[in-house]
């Protein structure tokens, strides 16, 4: 199940539940659309994996199953997610 965390690891926008500029990869590194596409070009600077727009939990589900509360702010080093961008964002995700 997904945790849905609360914000951009990287700018610390906040992206609740219901939010629609969420983006996550693969190990739900949690990033706004800003970050996620423009800043790292589709390429999540910690496992290189593409993002795909997170999924809003039903509000018949959120006290079953409640968005996490966990805060994860790691502002990322800007010339080394450049590099790592530059270098997988020609690449097909699944050749990644």
Do not use: W
């Amino acid at each position: 199940m997904l945790e849905i965390r609360q914000n951009c690891e990287h700018c610390n926008k906040d992206l609740p539940n219901t939010s629609t500029e969420a983006m996550i990869c693969s190990f739900e590194c949690t990033y706004c659309k800003t970050c996620a596409l423009e800043v790292f070009e589709n390429v999540c600077p910690t496992c290189t994996g593409n993002f795909v727009k997170r999924p809003i939990r039903p509000s018949k589900y959120k006290e079953k199953y409640p968005a996490s509360k966990k805060s994860v702010f790691k502002p990322k080093d800007l010339e080394e997610a450049k590099t790592k961008s530059n270098q997988f964002k020609e690449i097909h995700p699944s050749e990644r």
